[in-house]
């Protein structure tokens, strides 16, 4: 009996693209439409990175409640916006060099414990499965009953990821990997990068103890678990909330976009037109507006901001889809 053979879906070029009704010409883009721009990147990778230092300088030198309070939300935040740099490295987007993909991507992915290559491994399949039984994502978030406040919070501060990169760090430190990592290299990557988080977490908590000094609590525990964690459900919610991931095999309507305001477009680095990161991942991150530009009037999913999307949420407006394997749950 054939077994059947994945194809190969970690790479960049000529990747498999999930489907779209009608004739497909994503395979004709001009070439000027994937050139990268690595200054770019570091340039907002930077700007991420100054941001933290200033507040970690600020709660060492002044640790006091406010300077505490205001720099929890600082830190949330920046964490949050570095999963999704993180995310931009994972496509290999930032840089031309893979190995600066890597380095780049498994920092942006530290405040959070989010690692780079199992994020890799499972986002690259959710692009190219998006609208068919297979499709399922990295993040485990839960999404239903959203239409309450209560609800709202339970989904927002669901810490069930946690339990995942618990779990993932002790097979890891076993030697094993999650048996839904197939490849022999890829599970190499993975295990290694959960083995860095358990020694950084270990020397955090160590130094926390002997120091007899919260400082670690107040500029990485609290941030990342008290705002970091709401703030990239919010960030990645209104991607597909309410919309068929599993059986309509159409991106341009399975996928949503939101008209973002300056702001909202710079902390999500693009994920407001995330109907044209879908149509083709293969674009950079800083030329998806472009594509976006090219597919505009096709796209049939559209939030006029993310307010109005969270609004309509709430109200219950727009709905779960409650598929038995919706694309949020690993």
Same mark, same amino acid.
């Given at each position: 009996?054939?077994?059947?053979?994945?194809?190969?879906?970690?790479?960049?070029?000529?990747?498999?693209?999930?489907?779209?009704?009608?004739?497909?010409?994503?395979?004709?883009?001009?070439?000027?439409?994937?050139?990268?721009?690595?200054?770019?990147?570091?340039?907002?990778?930077?700007?991420?990175?100054?941001?933290?230092?200033?507040?970690?300088?600020?709660?060492?030198?002044?640790?006091?409640?406010?300077? $505490?309070?205001?720099?929890?939300?600082?830190?949330?935040?920046?964490?949050?916006?570095?999963?999704?740099?993180?995310?931009?490295?994972?496509?290999?987007?930032?840089?031309?060099?893979?190995?600066?993909?890597?380095?780049?991507?498994?920092?942006?992915?530290?405040?959070?414990?989010?690692?780079?290559?199992?994020?890799?491994?499972?986002?690259?399949?959710?692009?190219?499965?998006?609208?068919?039984?297979?499709?399922?994502?990295?993040?485990?978030?839960?999404?239903? +009953?959203?239409?309450?406040?209560?609800?709202?919070?339970?989904?927002?501060?669901?810490?069930?990821?946690?339990?995942?990169?618990?779990?993932?760090?002790?097979?890891?430190?076993?030697?094993?990997?999650?048996? +839904?990592?197939?490849?022999?290299?890829?599970?190499?990557? $993975?295990?290694?990068?959960?083995?860095?988080?358990?020694?950084?977490?270990?020397?955090?908590?160590?130094?926390?103890?002997?120091?007899?000094?919260?400082?670690?609590?107040?500029?990485?525990?609290?941030?990342?678990?008290?705002?970091?964690?709401?703030?990239?459900?919010?960030?990645?919610?209104?991607?597909?909330?309410?919309?068929?991931?599993?059986?309509?095999?159409?991106?341009?309507?399975?996928?949503?976009?939101?008209?973002?305001?300056?702001?909202?477009?710079?902390?999500?680095?693009?994920?407001?037109?995330?109907?044209?990161?879908?149509?083709?991942?293969?674009?950079?991150?800083?030329?998806?507006?472009?594509?976006?530009?090219? $597919?505009?009037?096709?796209?049939?999913?559209?939030?006029?901001?993310?307010?109005?999307?969270?609004?309509?949420?709430?109200?219950?407006?727009?709905?779960?889809?409650?598929?038995?394997?919706?694309?949020?749950?690993?």
């Amino acid at each position: 009996m054939s077994q059947t053979v994945e194809p190969d879906l970690d790479g960049t070029t000529n990747v498999l693209l999930a489907p779209v009704r009608g004739t497909d010409e994503r395979r004709k883009l001009p070439k000027s439409m994937f050139v990268k721009r690595p200054s770019v990147f570091t340039a907002k990778f930077v700007v991420a990175v100054v941001a933290v230092a200033a507040a970690w300088t600020a709660v060492a030198l002044e640790p006091v409640w406010w300077v $505490i309070a205001i720099t929890v939300v600082v830190n949330g935040l920046m964490y949050a916006h570095l999963v999704e740099l993180q995310h931009e490295c994972l496509h290999e987007h930032a840089y031309n060099r893979r190995s600066l993909n890597r380095l780049m991507g498994f920092l942006a992915g530290v405040p959070m414990l989010t690692s780079y290559w199992h994020y890799k491994h499972d986002h690259l399949r959710h692009h190219a499965y998006l609208g068919t039984p297979q499709n399922q994502e990295f993040f485990n978030y839960r999404f239903q +009953g959203l239409g309450s406040l209560p609800g709202f919070l339970r989904g927002a501060y669901h810490l069930g990821r946690y339990d995942d990169v618990a779990r993932d760090t002790g097979r890891s430190l076993l030697g094993r990997t999650d048996p +839904g990592i197939t490849k022999t290299l890829a599970a190499k990557k $993975i295990r290694t990068e959960y083995q860095l988080f358990a020694v950084l977490v270990a020397a955090a908590v160590v130094y926390s103890v002997v120091a007899r000094d919260l400082y670690l609590v107040w500029v990485w525990v609290l941030p990342t678990l008290l705002v970091a964690e709401p703030t990239h459900f919010l960030i990645e919610m209104p991607e597909h909330y309410g919309l068929n991931t599993q059986t309509d095999p159409d991106v341009l309507s399975n996928t949503r976009t939101i008209e973002a305001g300056r702001f909202a477009k710079w902390f999500t680095n693009g994920n407001d037109v995330h109907t044209a990161h879908h149509f083709h991942q293969g674009v950079p991150m800083v030329n998806v507006r472009a594509l976006h530009r090219v $597919i505009e009037d096709r796209v049939e999913t559209v939030a006029p901001s993310y307010w109005s999307f969270y609004r309509d949420v709430f109200t219950g407006r727009i709905t779960y889809q409650d598929n038995s394997e919706n694309c949020m749950t690993r």
